[in-house]
């Protein structure tokens, strides 16, 4: 595939996720790098949607790592038992805060974060990494990005 998206005029977000999936799905296929792989894929995300910040925190040992991202700087680990990224590697579900100020024990890594969804990426049962979105504005994720987020991860499942 070519390194250039074709993203519609639409601010659909169900439609741009359609688009954006087969992409992404095509961006990646064939490539074994686990880095390269989530470095395209937060950057169609971001060039797609322009949320705040993007990008994946990769389980090792004990804490979550920070990965390639997209955004402003970001904390750089963290432990499963803290923040949204926590929760979703321990509950081994997408969760979606409107409101992080509302969330108990969110990490704020930037005071600009408003809402947040995170994904975890599941192989063999196991959770391998965690594909975290930011928005600046409140209540700013849905079903549809939880659809569309989680079909990114199993792609990026399924290069592991």
């Excluded at 490539?31 to 989530?38: G, K, S, T």
């Excluded at 081994?92 to 805060?97: E, G, L, P, Q």
């Amino acid at each position: 595939m070519a390194e250039e998206l074709i993203i519609p005029t639409t601010e659909n977000r169900a439609e741009l996720y359609e688009s954006l999936i087969p992409q992404v799905k095509a961006l990646i296929h064939g490539e074994p790098d686990m880095v390269a792989n989530m470095a395209n894929t937060v950057a169609a995300i971001k060039q797609t949607f322009d949320f705040f910040w993007i990008g994946f925190y990769v389980t090792r040992e004990d804490q979550l790592v920070l990965g390639p991202f997209q955004g402003p700087i970001a904390c750089t680990r963290i432990r499963f038992d803290k923040g949204v990224c926590g929760a979703s590697y321990t509950e081994k579900k997408t969760i979606i805060v409107p409101d992080v100020d509302q969330f108990p024990g969110h990490i704020a890594c930037s005071s600009d974060s408003k809402s947040e969804i995170v994904v975890p990426v599941i192989k063999a049962g196991e959770v391998k990494m965690v594909l975290d979105v930011d928005s600046d504005k409140v209540n700013d994720f849905s079903e549809v990005d939880q659809a569309g987020l989680e079909q990114i991860a199993q792609l990026i499942a399924e290069t592991l």
